[in-house]
């Protein structure tokens, strides 16, 4: 079966996200957000869950693109909007391993304030990353992030 257009501009988007072209991705994205396009649409999501590419961070877009995709069949949404505030716990504690704060952030934000732990980890979370007390300094202690961890790739 031969793809179609939206299909192509979709693994297009997708190569731009994967190769850190977020600016680029989004604009794709939001051209295929016209076609209802559940994977496009789920990332869209993501991107406004985390203000990528210029895509304002927008916890109620983000839900909305997340729940569409969803509605459409998109299993990535689908498996994004399921996971209970363990699993979601749980991720977080492995993308903090793996230094990838603020996915983990997201994670501990997902499993609610309700979770034991969460609230701790993401007070810890923004403990470490605030700006450097150097003079002059804009770093901050968060390590560079993959756009991809914690997400299955296409």
């Known amino acids: 079966m031969k793809p179609d257009a939206t299909d192509v ?3 297009w988007a ?4 994967l190769a850190g072209k977020y600016e680029e991705a989004l604009e794709k994205l939001r051209t295929l957000e016209k076609s209802n396009h559940p994977q496009a649409l789920f990332w869209l999501g993501i991107f406004h869950r985390m203000g990528l590419g210029g895509a304002e961070k927008n916890l109620r877009k983000a ?3 997340i729940e569409t995709a969803a509605d459409l069949g998109d299993e990535q949404a689908k498996d994004y909007l399921n996971k209970t505030p363990k699993q979601w716990f749980d991720e977080g504690l492995k993308a903090k391993e793996e230094g990838l704060l603020q996915y983990a952030q997201i994670y501990f934000e997902n499993a609610g ?3 034991p732990g ?6 810890l979370i923004t403990k470490n990353t605030q700006p450097s007390s150097s003079p002059g300094s804009t770093a901050t202690t968060t390590q560079p992030m993959s756009c991809n961890a914690g997400l299955p790739t296409i």
């Open 9 to 11: 501009m979709f693994q």
């Open 14 to 17: 997708n190569n731009l996200r």
């Open 63 to 65: 839900n909305y693109y």
């Open 113 to 115: 304030s309700d979770h």
């Open 118 to 123: 969460a609230v701790h980890e993401l007070e």
